[in-house]
């Protein structure tokens, strides 16, 4: 059964670092993408990063640019998402998701079937 298990949330004040980790089981990984996703207090889920465990290719939110990096291991079947510089507009519960296998790296919640339980992120001095 697939399944997907985020953790490394917390506080962090503004200006800090978290690396957030995705760990997957159930499925053939390489055929699969793996995207990051977040849902703030009171906004809808918007899409953060996603990567391709094929190919390694990535896609990045504008909001999210230069300061995260998605990144995977594929041996250890984990994606992880190092977010640095941060600003309490970040903070937020994050998800990973997958849309499943044979799938392209959208940034789009509605195109995701899979999800995580999620873990929170609290931006803030």
């Known amino acids: 059964q697939l399944q997907l298990v985020e953790s490394g949330g917390g506080l962090v004040q503004p200006g800090g670092s978290l690396r957030l980790s995705c760990s997957a089981s159930g499925f053939t990984l390489n055929v699969y993408v793996i995207g990051w996703f977040r849902q703030a207090p009171g906004k809808e889920r918007e899409g953060v990063s996603c990567i391709s465990l094929n190919d390694g290719s990535t896609n990045y939110a504008d909001s999210v640019k230069g300061r995260f990096t998605i990144s995977r291991d594929n041996a250890k079947n984990t994606v992880y998402l190092q977010m640095n510089n941060l600003e309490p507009e970040d903070t937020a519960v994050y998800y990973c998701?997958?849309?499943?296998?044979?799938?392209?790296?959208?940034?789009?919640?509605?195109?995701?079937?899979?999800w995580g339980k999620g873990t929170l992120v609290t931006v803030s001095s």
């Open positions: 998701a997958t849309p499943g296998p044979f799938r392209p790296c959208v940034l789009y919640p509605s195109g995701m079937n899979y």
